[in-house]
């Protein structure tokens, strides 16, 4: 790659936002073939585009976006679960996991969040959130 063509993609990259197929092709004139080049730098990793989704070396998809420019992120543990979604539209939420599955906290773009603990059973013992409940069980 030209030293040209490389500053004018990191100029891209430090400067696109979400929708980024609909920024690329209209704001910046790229082809769908130089995409990838722009997603991996942008989300720090290898990324393969399918459709409208951005995938990762998991084959988890993290972005997706339509032809209207909705879009939608998702952020992944290293267990596979989810553990962000944020839209177009606003709405976000985020999730923590313990080393067992559990979900042990969740957050949204309302401000509503529960925290949660768990025996070596798998049973709730800890229940909080932001209504003010809580409910403990622990020993």
Not at 68 to 77: A, I, L, P, S, T
Request: without cysteine; hydrophobic residues 20%; proline residues 2%.
């Amino acid at each position: 790659m030209n030293k040209k063509y490389e500053r004018y993609i990191n100029y891209i990259v430090n400067d696109i936002q979400p929708p980024y197929f609909k920024n690329m092709e209209e704001n910046y004139g790229l082809s769908k073939k130089e995409y990838e080049l722009v997603l991996d730098k942008v989300f720090n990793q290898p990324v393969s585009i399918a459709g409208n989704g951005v995938y990762d070396t998991n084959g988890n998809i993290f972005y997706y976006e339509d032809s209207d420019g909705y879009w939608e992120k998702k952020e992944y543990d290293s267990n596979g679960n989810v553990i962000y979604i944020e839209n177009s539209d606003g709405y976000w939420y985020k999730k923590e996991y313990d080393s067992n599955g559990n979900r042990i906290y969740y957050e949204d773009f309302t401000g509503s969040w529960i925290k949660k603990e768990y025996d070596q059973n798998g049973n709730t013992i800890y229940y909080e959130d932001s209504n003010g409940v809580v409910r403990d069980n622990r020993r």
